[in-house]
């Protein structure tokens, strides 16, 4: 296969854009910004599928994540105590733990990506959104079908977890706020 | 046509559509002017905003404030750069331009959510929650009265469905379809009656805090939303650049105006309504309506 | 082209990583496996572009993983929820006990 040079230079680019605003969602205080960086991130993972001939697939990612991010964005602003970032904030444990775990899947993986040998069959130069259609709406309906089938339960499940009145009255009668032990280590 | 042409002549399109709506809704809305006034309105408006001082807030996110409103006008940029203007393009379409489209109309949100956000002020920050019900509730029937038009042309790229209304305007082959599409479209972009973000009851709501240069970049940017919303209207529903006589383009600009000035009319004569019953009409109301125009096009292109 | 694209993969699945192992509130923890799924995202169409010579299961493989995406999102932020309203815990460390 011989990608062009100018397919190259995109793909950098955007792997970079990928990468580094991918850093940025945990580097930042506001939450807004740590739900765009991430939306930034998946669209410029989009834009690599775009560049990898799969229009529709990139697209449909884009469109999905807008929606979904803004969501994201609405529930951390709900959820933590400082959600514009206003001041600076660490909110992180086993950091170092984490950074080694991080950086270890990185290397694996990276290094499985460039050393193994993997066959050269590029895909034709037909159209692979139409090849998508007939495939979901044929061979594989099923599958499709099915994942249809699990967003519908999906509904009524996070509605029934969600919920503020359950069969039991109130779901949040008499919770109080448990207290925090910074120190974890000699817990009896 | 080169990338260049395609740039200039969107950037025609989006300030020339923006200058007829900004006339339009002076004449219909605005009291007690003459005519002849409001053709220059426009131009005396922009003036005065740009020679307006930019108020600010405390602590605001200045980075976002100054971002959102650039990215709604790159947003509007990129949807119509897949609707072809004058004619069949040569250099052949944007392969799924539908799903770009639709793509960059939902990110419409985020810059709308940003820019509500990032004053660090109450009612904007309002505005921009009121924004993400509105749109998570008609973003549905909106994709899919947009993507029905894909089913009888067999292709998501736009001119394909453009050249396949030769004989009928989808208009007329799909009746729910234009209507849907200029409610939800209105919704989308937050033009009256669906104008909530920015509702009198919220003293300005997202641009309350708003004010020179970038209020006036913001209001262009949401006209230039308004054409690209029209032209993709006029492309998918009436027929685009098909027409007798006269040439492509101008059909283009002439269909276009008309969705323009309907979408002034309406949004100066018609009753705004509250947010908590505009979603449930998205939900309640047009997403079956959608679903029905999807089900019933299906049918007819079995 | 493989490699380059495989190295970013791996790159991003090593932040999403560190992000879902190291934060203490939950919807950052959601932001590392979002991450993670994106680049399996990317993974899976790399592979359908290089090397299956364009067997549409692969592009079928994606719209499974957009559907994951959804799930995870929507049971996550449903358990966020109930948990925060049962425990009023918002991080990980309030979440000592899994019972009352």
Do not use: C
């Amino acid at each position: 296969m011989n990608p062009g040079l100018l397919s190259y230079f995109l793909v950098s680019a955007f792997g970079i854009g990928a990468v580094v605003s991918g850093w940025l969602v945990f580097r930042t205080d506001s939450m807004l910004r740590a739900a765009y960086w991430l939306m930034v991130s998946f669209v410029a993972v989009g834009a690599m599928l775009v560049v990898l001939d799969a229009q529709f697939l990139g697209l449909i990612l884009i469109l999905m994540m807008s929606g979904e991010m803004t969501i994201m964005a609405i529930f951390m602003i709900m959820f933590m105590m400082n959600p514009a970032g206003l001041n600076p904030m660490t909110m992180v444990h086993q950091h170092r733990t984490s950074m080694v775990a991080g950086v270890g899947s990185f290397l694996v993986l990276a290094w499985v990506g460039v050393v193994a040998e993997f066959p050269d069959r590029p895909a034709p130069a037909v159209d692979p959104t139409a090849a998508l259609g007939e495939e979901l709406l044929g061979r594989s309906m099923l599958i499709f079908e099915s994942a249809g089938v699990a967003l519908l339960a999906v509904m009524i499940g996070a509605i029934a977890l969600a919920a503020k009145r359950g069969r039991f009255g109130d779901a949040d009668a008499g919770s109080v706020e448990p207290e925090i032990d910074v120190d974890t280590g000699s817990r009896t | 046509m080169t990338t260049l042409g395609i740039g200039i002549q969107v950037a025609a399109m989006l300030v020339g559509g923006a200058y007829v709506l900004a006339v339009a809704d002076r004449l219909i809305g605005g009291s007690g002017s003459n005519v002849r006034s409001a053709f220059s309105y426009p131009v005396k408006r922009l003036s005065f905003l740009m020679l307006q001082p930019v108020t600010t807030t405390e602590r605001p996110d200045l980075a976002a404030w100054i971002l959102a409103p650039s990215l709604l006008l790159g947003l509007a940029a990129v949807g119509a750069v897949s609707i072809p203007i004058g004619g069949p393009s040569p250099g052949g379409d944007i392969p799924a331009g539908l799903v770009l489209f639709g793509a960059a109309m939902l990110i419409v949100l985020v810059a709308v959510f940003i820019f509500g956000w990032a004053p660090n002020s109450v009612l904007p920050m309002i505005g921009g929650y009121r924004f993400a019900a509105m749109v998570l509730s008609i973003g549905i029937p909106f994709s899919l009265v947009v993507l029905t038009t894909a089913i009888p042309a067999e292709s998501l790229s736009v001119g394909t469905i453009v050249e396949s209304q030769s004989s009928l305007w989808y208009l007329l082959v799909q009746p729910l379809g234009l209507p849907i599409y200029l409610i939800t479209a209105a919704a989308i972009a937050f033009w009256g009656p669906f104008d909530l973000p920015e509702g009198t009851d919220l003293a300005g709501g997202i641009v309350a805090e708003a004010s020179g240069a970038r209020l006036a970049m913001w209001r262009f940017a949401r006209a230039a939303l308004m054409v690209t919303l029209s032209l993709m209207g006029a492309a998918v529903f009436l027929g685009g650049y098909l027409g007798p006589v006269l040439p492509g383009w101008l059909w283009t600009v002439i269909k276009t105006a008309v969705l323009l000035i309907l979408l002034a009319l309406t949004g100066r004569t018609m009753a705004r309504i509250r947010v908590q019953r505009f979603v449930w009409f998205g939900w309640v109301v047009l997403l079956p309506l959608a679903l029905v125009d999807v089900f019933v096009s299906g049918w007819v292109a079995l | 082209m493989i490699d380059l694209l495989l190295v970013i993969a791996a790159a991003v699945f090593g932040i999403g990583v560190y992000g879902a192992l190291s934060q203490q509130s939950f919807v950052m923890i959601m932001m590392g496996l979002e991450l993670m799924l994106n680049s399996a995202v990317l993974v899976v169409v790399t592979f359908w572009w290089g090397t299956t010579g364009g067997n549409p299961s692969g592009q079928l493989l994606v719209i499974v993983i957009l559907a994951v995406m959804a799930v995870e999102a929507a049971i996550g932020f449903a358990l966020v929820t109930a948990v925060y309203r049962s425990r009023k815990a918002d991080i990980t460390e309030k979440l000592r006990r899994l019972r009352f």
